[in-house]
């Protein structure tokens, strides 16, 4: 069983900055990708970021130049700093891991709201 612990989410003014962890913990053998989803009201699950083992990283266009996923290898842990925070960034966001196997499982998700 694989088990992804997300942190960090909470309310922050347009233009601030948050930070959101993701540690992933269990048994399973490795990790094919990390990335970050989120969910808005009455929208579809999107993906935000994603990093690979590889070491390549995608964003969703209308976060690029604000966030940055990145990842700490030896803890199974992956970030996603977000900055100059927009309204429309409020979502629940949604930690994924993908294993070898191809296998894929989502954190419980953390509330992120920005106010204008």
């Known amino acids: 069983q694989v088990q992804l612990e997300e942190s960090g989410g909470g309310l922050v003014q347009a233009g601030g900055s948050l930070r959101l962890s993701c540690a992933a913990s269990?048994?399973?053998?490795?990790?094919?990708?990390m990335a970050w989803y989120r969910q808005a009201p009455g929208k579809q699950r999107e993906l935000v970021a994603r990093t690979t083992s590889g070491g390549s990283t995608n964003y969703a266009d209308s976060v690029k130049g604000r966030f940055t996923i990145s990842r700490h290898n030896a803890e199974n842990t992956v970030y996603l700093q977000m900055n100059s925070l927009k309204p429309e960034d409020t979502a629940v966001y949604y930690c994924?891991?993908?294993?070898?196997?191809?296998?894929?499982?989502w954190g419980q998700g953390t509330q992120v709201t920005v106010s204008s």
């Open positions: 269990g048994r399973y053998f490795s990790i094919n990708a």
């Open positions: 994924n891991l993908i294993v070898r196997s191809g296998t894929w499982y």
